[in-house]
């Protein structure tokens, strides 16, 4: 089994992970065109206005595995992320979970309800120890208003989830679970790859479990793949990392895919 990530955030991001370039949001997505991530959400407004937004936000600070919000609860409003990594996931009536996105700073969780007041469609909780910024509905109905640059960012950023969650329901609806578990460990190596002597270790460290949220499998099932990979030499699986040796095995393994 991997290990969580453990840790303070200062700690974790010194020896425990290797970050996320550019703000990229990790995605269960084929395209291309959308592994960079969106903009985030405050990049247009000038540092007045920004300085403005922020003020009618409440901070919040959070350690690893603690809750941000939950399916069903009422809306509260959008919460930025400052540091950090929050994963958002879906529970089903039986108890089963499928991620849904693990989104990084300049990104924002909490919709697709923007001013509320409905319920949350999934939950979100610290995956890292994180830092975000809640903007309230009421409020932000008024900053858009105010602040067009801040309403376009915010339109984009929906518009880019909207494109993903998309793209995750066609890739779990058309790919075997085989290709998705190929096509993550790709994504993971290219989104916080580190160099390592035996090939491209995974810099952060995610559980079986959280594998097997990303995919639509079993951690069993998960546990099982990886210990064939690593009989088969395409994978070393030390304590609490994971390390590419064959990505050309991988890359076979999920085949052609979406190169749009």
């Known amino acids: 089994m991997l290990n969580p990530e453990v840790g303070t955030a200062s700690a974790y991001s010194a020896s425990r992970s290797a970050p996320a370039r550019g703000g990229e949001a990790l995605l269960l997505i084929e395209s291309h065109n959308l592994l960079g991530g969106p903009a985030p959400v405050l990049q247009q407004l000038t540092p007045q206005e920004r300085e403005a937004v922020l003020a009618h936000g409440r901070r919040k600070v959070l350690y690893r595995g603690q809750t941000l ?9 959008i919460y930025l992320i400052e540091s950090g990594r929050i994963r958002v996931f879906y529970t089903a009536p039986s108890g089963r979970e499928i991620t849904l996105a693990y989104w990084h700073a300049g990104n924002f969780v909490g919709g697709p309800e923007i001013f509320g ?17 809640l903007l309230p509905g009421k409020a932000l109905r008024t900053l858009v208003v105010q602040f067009p640059r801040l309403a376009i960012g915010i339109i ?12 995750m329901a066609q890739m779990l609806g058309t790919r075997s679970v085989t ?6 460990l790709l994504h993971l190596a290219d989104l916080y790859g580190v160099e390592d002597a035996e090939g491209v270790a995974i810099g952060t460290a995610f559980t079986h479990a959280d594998l097997a949220h990303m995919v639509g499998a079993t951690r069993q099932w998960i546990t099982i793949s990886l210990k ?16 590419v040796r064959r990505p050309d095995v991988l890359q076979q393994m999920r085949g052609q895919g979406d190169s749009s």
């Open 69 to 77: 919000f939950s399916q069903g609860a009422a809306h509260e409003g």
């Open 117 to 133: 007041p409905g319920p949350h469609l999934w939950s979100g909780i610290a995956a890292t120890n994180a830092g975000v910024v």
């Open 156 to 167: 984009e950023s929906l518009s880019f989830k909207g494109k993903c969650y998309s793209a």
């Open 179 to 184: 290709e998705r578990l190929a096509h993550l």
């Open 228 to 243: 064939r990979l690593q009989d088969q030499g395409v994978v070393i699986c030390r304590k609490s990392r994971i390390v």
